[in-house]
């Protein structure tokens, strides 16, 4: 809740640069590249997919005067079918803080901007993390077993000061190795996150999420590109994407392509195993990939592929793009960024998605995705969009804001998308 003192604090910088530090980055990445194209599903929140799997006809010579072929072939057809998955959000903000405002026209209108800035921040973090996940909204994906209240994650997480999460177990997603635990710090640097308490019988592939949103019964997330951008079924809490089984023969064509090292622990990234990926993309998709997507850290080694590929044809250490380094003023940061970099191969943008998950590429063609949702584009208060009180009574001296958004994320082609797994990020 936001007490009198937090709004008095905010009201300090009404007459100066508002300079707010936080402690993880403001990028959304994958929301603003996914989120230009939006459509509304109409009928109950309901999308259908429907899939051509096989032609009609034959076709075949014969002997002049010669016998007709009495075979026939039908042509078969299957429907993805998805609903879209409901969200809510809520904050409350006290009566005196509230009146205290109210004093001023400008002091509430400043109050009410903080409030729905930082909801937003919030909400838009986790949004992100829904579209990058695996299905589970997965915040942060644990490297390996860490009971203790400061525990490391593979990638950079994406939660940020105050969120209240569960750490849920890999193995059953249902057991919750840390229940309802504040977020109270995050290292960038070194990866990790400390917890309002010590995590109990956790192991690698242990997973963070919003407090009590993944059971067995059910996941209450979005897919994300982790979930379509594979050839296998998502794990059982999420179930098989559309009602499709990837597993069963004539489905391959609702997976997506993936390039792994079989188990066998990460490997150099080379050129020829990015034009592999390319390559699927364009056997079974029949398609282009618009769009790669990568961590920082593998970033800087395609940067060293770039780097050892200019001294071998020029024979000189000479500049990637105008001086040692990166041009780092093409680097795109900040909350409204795609992650635009320097860099392309096969001339194709690479973005820089802080967030992405550790040893892997993704490479897409934007067009084959859109995020569906309801009457409402984005989150927005139900007072909005019922015509309703903005404000809601609480047991306590309080008024409760609820936000309330219908969503999920679509592909029509899986079969148009690739991932390069174990991939060296040292």
Known sequence: ??????????????YAKQRLSRVASEEIVTWNIISKKKEQVGGRGQWILPFQTRNTGIFRGHAQSGALSTTRAQPSTTEATFALQEFHGIYDVSWKSLQDASKSEFAMEK????????????????????LLGFGKGELGIMSAADDEATVSFRGLPMVDEGMVVDVMDLSDDNTKVGDSLTVTAIDVQNRTVTFSGALSGSAAGDYITAEDSVSSAAS???????????????????????????????????????????????????????????????????????????????????????????????????????????????????????????????????????????????????????????????????????????????????FDIDHYWQGELLCDKPSATVKWEEISET
């Open 220 to 398: 209450l997330h979005t897919l994300g590109l982790g979930t379509w951008i594979d050839n296998a079924n998502p794990d059982s809490a999420v179930g098989n994407i559309g009602g499709i089984n990837r597993s069963t023969a004539g489905n391959e064509f609702f997976q997506g392509n993936v390039l792994s090292n079989s188990g066998n622990g990460n490997r150099p990234l080379t050129e020829d195993l990015l034009l592999q990926g390319f390559d699927l993309v364009r056997e079974r998709g029949g398609s282009r990939i618009s769009d790669l997507m990568s961590n920082l850290k593998i970033m800087r080694r395609y940067h060293e592929m770039l780097r050892a590929e200019t001294i071998a044809s020029l024979g000189s250490v000479t500049t990637v793009s105008g001086g040692l380094g990166r041009p780092e003023s093409r680097m795109r940061s900040g909350a409204k960024s795609t992650g635009e970099t320097p860099y392309k191969f096969s001339d194709v943008p690479w973005h820089a998605e802080t967030f992405h998950d550790a040893n892997r590429i993704i490479g897409f063609n934007r067009e084959n995705f859109l995020i569906g949702h309801g009457d409402n584009e984005l989150p927005q208060p139900i007072g909005e969009i019922f015509n309703l009180d903005l404000l809601k009574r609480t047991s306590n001296a309080t």
């Open 111 to 130: 109050m009410l901007d903080f409030m729905d800035d930082s909801m937003r921040r919030r909400v838009f973090r986790l949004l992100n993390a829904e």
């Open 1 to 14: 809740m936001a007490a009198t003192t937090d709004i008095t604090e905010a009201l300090k910088y009404t």
